[in-house]
């Protein structure tokens, strides 16, 4: 358990390897690493994730109120603990809702450039049950199309086909940019920019260290 009750938060466009990079820190600082995505496919069976799934399906971000109810729930419940936020604040209105319950310590943001990013999500492949994600160049499943736990068929979510993956990283843009000064105009955000997860890591690492004692080192990650 990290040592300072240190709220913060990874910002990244899609395919930017922020769930990689939230899954290294949580194991190297023990913070929880929450997803936004995975709040969501837990919340399915209920009132507030029906209303997600109708744009789930349709391969559609989640409008603010729903991923807002959602995530203000799970958070209310964490209110004593540290943890890493992933997914979310996406725009200015999630930002000022988390401001009403809680005060950031960090935001890292992660910049790839457009060329990868749209490479990236263009060979990305998922196990919709349980979000798995894989990568048809650099993390391809043992046997093509299929889920490596489960032996599912995996499928290509719409918005990772090639001509929705360019207005997908647009999109994104518009709504982070406003979350991004936000940040930036009070001090907590730090930028990092590469096209590797594991180069940019080392950096992230040290960043971190000078906030909160890590439990693994560097090279243990």
């Given at each position: 358990?990290?040592?300072?009750?240190?709220?913060?938060?990874?910002?990244?466009?899609?395919?930017?390897?922020?769930?990689?990079?939230?899954?290294?820190?949580?194991?190297?600082?023990?913070?929880?690493?929450?997803?936004?995505?995975?709040?969501?496919?837990?919340?399915?069976?209920?009132?507030?994730?029906?209303?997600?799934?109708?744009?789930?399906?349709?391969?559609?971000?989640?409008?603010?109120?729903?991923?807002?109810?959602?995530?203000?729930?799970?958070?209310?419940?964490?209110?004593?603990?540290?943890?890493?936020?992933?997914?979310?604040?996406?725009?200015?209105?999630?930002?000022?809702?988390?401001?009403?319950?809680?005060?950031?310590?960090?935001?890292?943001?992660?910049?790839?450039?457009?060329?990868?990013?749209?490479?990236?999500?263009?060979?990305?492949?998922?196990?919709?049950?349980?979000?798995?994600?894989?990568?048809?160049?650099?993390?391809?499943?043992?046997?093509?199309?299929?889920?490596?736990?489960?032996?599912?068929?995996?499928?290509?979510?719409?918005?990772?086909?090639?001509?929705?993956?360019?207005?997908?990283?647009?999109?994104?843009?518009?709504?982070?940019?406003?979350?991004?000064?936000?940040?930036?105009?009070?001090?907590?955000?730090h930028s990092f920019s590469g096209t590797e997860t594991n180069k940019i890591w080392p950096y992230v690492y040290t960043l971190l260290s000078s906030k909160i004692p890590p439990i693994l080192s560097d090279e243990e990650n």
């Amino acid at each position: 358990m990290a040592s300072k009750l240190l709220r913060a938060v990874v910002l990244g466009p899609p395919g930017s390897g922020k769930g990689t990079m939230c899954e290294k820190i949580a194991r190297s600082f023990g913070l929880q690493h929450l997803s936004s995505g995975q709040f969501l496919r837990e919340s399915l069976g209920g009132e507030v994730g029906v209303l997600a799934k109708q744009y789930l399906e349709r391969g559609l971000l989640v409008p603010d109120h729903v991923i807002t109810r959602v995530m203000m729930t799970e958070l209310e419940k964490r209110r004593e603990q540290p943890w890493l936020l992933d997914g979310f604040p996406r725009t200015l209105g999630q930002a000022e809702a988390l401001d009403r319950i809680c005060e950031l310590d960090l935001v890292i943001s992660l910049n790839i450039p457009f060329e990868t990013l749209k490479d990236r999500l263009s060979a990305r492949w998922v196990h919709p049950a349980s979000g798995r994600v894989y990568n048809m160049d650099f993390n391809p499943p043992h046997v093509q199309g299929i889920d490596d736990l489960t032996g599912e068929p995996l499928v290509q979510r719409e918005d990772d086909k090639p001509e929705a993956v360019a207005a997908r990283l647009r999109k994104y843009k518009d709504a982070a940019k406003p979350v991004i000064e936000l940040y930036k105009s009070r001090g907590i955000l730090h930028s990092f920019s590469g096209t590797e997860t594991n180069k940019i890591w080392p950096y992230v690492y040290t960043l971190l260290s000078s906030k909160i004692p890590p439990i693994l080192s560097d090279e243990e990650n």
